[in-house]
């Protein structure tokens, strides 16, 4: 295996992943989803794994398999989610890349819902659910020493995003601008704006691979001390 073998800059660092969608049921058989394929998640914790990190990736259920070389813990929920990011640390950096889902459904059913002959439709109520995120970048202790946020943000991108970071407390935002017409969630490029205490940093855009190389380069150059 490549990966934690790997010579490179972060060698003997743990560095946490969080990738793809989460689902939240309806009842047995139906589910909320979202359309994140998982692949910029997959594709960051690829490239963690090149630069030598121990990468424990934490996946929803992607359309993209995960990579080679890393720990892969696999969860529906985002309830599982947050106990397997808990369960996983502590971390040196972790990257919360997942699209997980805002809400699950409050009154799930334990049986497969059935029409009940009236044409009335069944009526779901909703929950938040807790933010993984905020969550590990508010820790009092054991916080990771970098936590990497992504804003999928459909307009006024780096203003929404920018609020965000300070929101939830993270180190870093990488914004994304997921509007339909730039065909970003879902394909294979990306074109992300970096939000750190430095500010706004525009990168052009290009596939979500080197998005994930130049992104691996950055956290390095932060976990080491020496920028890029
Ligand atoms: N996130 C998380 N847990 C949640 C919701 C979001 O960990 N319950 C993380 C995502 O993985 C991402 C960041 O928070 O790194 C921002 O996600 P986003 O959906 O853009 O932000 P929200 O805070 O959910 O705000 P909104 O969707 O309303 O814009
Ligand atoms: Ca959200």
């Known amino acids: 295996i490549e990966g934690a073998l790997a010579d490179g800059p ?56 995960p990579p080679e070389g890393v720990a892969v813990v696999r969860v529906e929920t985002a309830a599982q989610m947050l106990a397997a990011v808990t369960a996983a640390l502590p971390a040196d950096a972790a990257v919360f890349a997942a699209a997980v889902a805002d809400w699950r459904v409050a009154n799930a059913a334990g049986q497969k819902m059935k029409k009940d002959g009236t044409g009335q439709p069944p009526a779901l109520s909703f929950a938040e659910n807790p933010d993984i995120l905020a969550t590990i970048a508010r820790m009092a202790e054991g916080r990771p020493g970098l936590v990497v946020g992504f804003a ?16 939830k407390g993270c ?58």
């Open 10 to 65: 972060l060698n003997g660092r743990h560095v946490l992943v969080t990738s793809g969608p989460t689902h939240e049921p309806i009842d047995p058989v139906r589910y909320i989803a979202n359309r994140s394929s998982g692949a910029q998640g997959t594709a960051l914790a690829a490239a963690l794994r090149d630069l030598g990190a121990r990468v424990t990736f934490v996946t929803g259920p992607a359309s993209v398999p």
């Open 171 to 228: 180190d870093w935002i990488v914004a994304n601008d997921v509007s339909p017409e730039t065909g970003i969630m879902g394909g294979s490029e990306n074109a992300v704006t970096l939000i750190t205490d430095q500010g706004a940093e525009s990168w052009p855009r290009m596939g979500k691979d080197a998005v994930a190389r130049q992104l691996a380069a950055r956290i390095a150059g932060q976990l080491t001390g020496q920028p890029v």
């Open 152 to 167: 999928a943000e459909t307009e006024r991108v780096v203003e929404h995003a920018t609020a965000k970071r300070a929101r």
